[in-house]
């Protein structure tokens, strides 16, 4: 595969219902520019929000993964995200009609052969590998679960399952490299066993499911009586059991329920924002333990970040003081950017270097200066203030106001003598002129303050 990030060449279009709300769903890949990553849009519900594919949105694993941000949700999403891992894509928005992706036949395979009808697109941006340079390791000791991360030169996944069953024993499968997903893992279905579709029937839990999407193991011994029970709820007349399977299901695989929680556990393991570098090995998954495991590696990643700017103050900036002056109206004293060392349309970084002439220290705790945690917001502001209108084609026409400030955080003091480090990202694409972002400070390798922004651009003569 391709070291570029990739989309894909145009819209399509795939249709199904969801296995637990029975809703039909119209579900649509779109392309998508690079950097944007993955993010769901629910266009059944006014102002179409957009849920990104993001570790920290997962509200419920309890039947499959499902995020939420601003009250919008979106259902049982692990199949599509692994048919887009599976395929190398990175940047996409997928509409959707209606809360629950589109269960299929329980696998990734439909929505890997609609993204490969219209063609994988590449683009002129590297992938933002996440390395796995050391072992990193989740033990669930209740479920005694099993998840670990190792340094390799590619994305690999060993997956091992028991269950105690005698229909299944014990399983397991292992990709070594993503070229191998489509062919030999895609099409692996969804299983569960009796006991659990009893459950869920009993609970109207799976309004969408059907013989037909899923493998049903019968781990114990089925009467007459309930056959013609589940005969009457799929409304099929010929089930049967064959080999402990309901209905004579022929596996697509010796070991298809392994490969589907390789599969589960790449969708689930797409939440982390990031393409991986490294093996993956599981024993026992789920997606409760994927989940928890995807946000370890999140810190891991948030951790790394810390020193991964390698700032040198002999090279050039991006931007010095006099371009940001000539993007800000902001004047001394009130510039807390000295310059822009790096930039991208989703991303920029910005110094401060703070020194003991700051005005704010005459009266700011004096005897013990330390810079006001308010002007650490400041900076971060005017550095993504800067990001906003980099991308506006003439951006001196511009102001920028900032309209909220979330999650602010103060996590050490700022001295003189210390370089702030800002590194403001984009958090979804600018709509209306609305700029959502999540900012970040660091002095050295740590994180001294952390705030989410919203500002809106607005063109100067508009009254």
Not at 152 to 162: C, E, G, H, P
Not at 163 to 183: I, K, M, P, R, W
Request: proline share 5%.
């Amino acid at each position: 595969m391709t070291n570029n990030q990739c989309t894909i060449n145009s819209i399509v279009s795939i249709s199904g219902v969801g296995l637990h709300t029975g809703n039909l769903v119209n579900l649509t890949f779109n392309p998508a520019k690079a950097n944007q990553g993955i993010n769901f849009r629910r266009t059944d519900i006014e102002g179409s929000p957009i849920i990104p594919a993001d570790v920290d949105l997962v509200v419920d694993v309890s039947r499959g993964t499902t995020l939420s941000k601003g009250g919008a949700k979106i259902q049982t999403i692990e199949h599509v995200l692994a048919a887009l891992t599976g395929l190398g894509i990175d940047n996409v928005t997928i509409d959707m009609d209606a809360q629950e992706t589109p269960i299929m036949d329980g696998s990734s395979k439909p929505f890997i052969d609609a993204l490969l009808s219209v063609g994988i697109l590449e683009q002129d941006v590297e992938k933002d590998y996440f390395v796995i340079n050391e072992p990193i390791r989740y033990y669930d000791e209740i479920k005694d679960v099993e998840m670990l991360a190792l340094p390799d030169d590619q994305y690999r996944v060993t997956v091992l399952i028991d269950y105690n069953s005698e229909v299944l024993g014990t399983q397991h499968a292992t990709l070594d490299d993503l070229s191998e997903f489509d062919e030999h893992f895609s099409a692996s279905r969804t299983f569960c066993f009796l006991h659990e579709l009893e459950t869920l029937l009993d609970n109207n839990l799976i309004k969408g499911g059907d013989l037909n999407n899923a493998i049903v193991v019968i781990d114990k011994p089925i009467t007459d009586l309930e056959l013609q029970r589940l005969s009457k709820i799929f409304n099929k007349s010929d089930i049967n059991v064959e080999h402990g399977i309901l209905n004579n299901i022929e596996l697509r695989f010796q070991n298809e329920p392994a490969r589907h929680k390789l599969l589960d556990v790449i969708g689930d393991l797409t939440l982390i924002g990031r393409p991986i570098k490294g093996q993956i090995i599981a024993s026992k998954p789920g997606h409760s333990t994927n989940v928890e495991f995807a946000k370890i590696i999140k810190q891991h990643i948030k951790k790394s970040k810390r020193v991964s700017h390698n700032y040198n103050p002999t090279a050039a900036p991006v931007f010095d003081v006099i371009k940001i002056m000539e993007m800000l109206p902001h004047r001394h004293p009130f510039v807390y950017v000295d310059k822009i060392i790096e930039m991208s349309k989703t991303k920029v970084v910005g110094v401060k270097n703070v020194t003991f002439n700051e005005h704010f220290f005459a009266g700011h705790f004096p005897g013990n200066p330390v810079m006001p945690g308010v002007l650490q917001i400041e900076g971060m502001a005017q550095c993504g203030g800067i990001l906003c209108l980099s991308l506006m084609d003439d951006p001196s026409n511009y102001w920028t106001y900032f309209l909220k400030i979330e999650q602010a955080k103060f996590k050490d003091r700022v001295l003189p003598g210390d370089t702030l480090i800002y590194e403001l990202e984009l958090l979804e694409p600018i709509r209306r002129g609305l700029c959502i972002m999540k900012g970040t400070a660091f002095v050295n390798d740590k994180i001294v303050c952390e705030a989410n922004m919203m500002a809106q651009l607005v063109k100067k003569d508009t009254k």
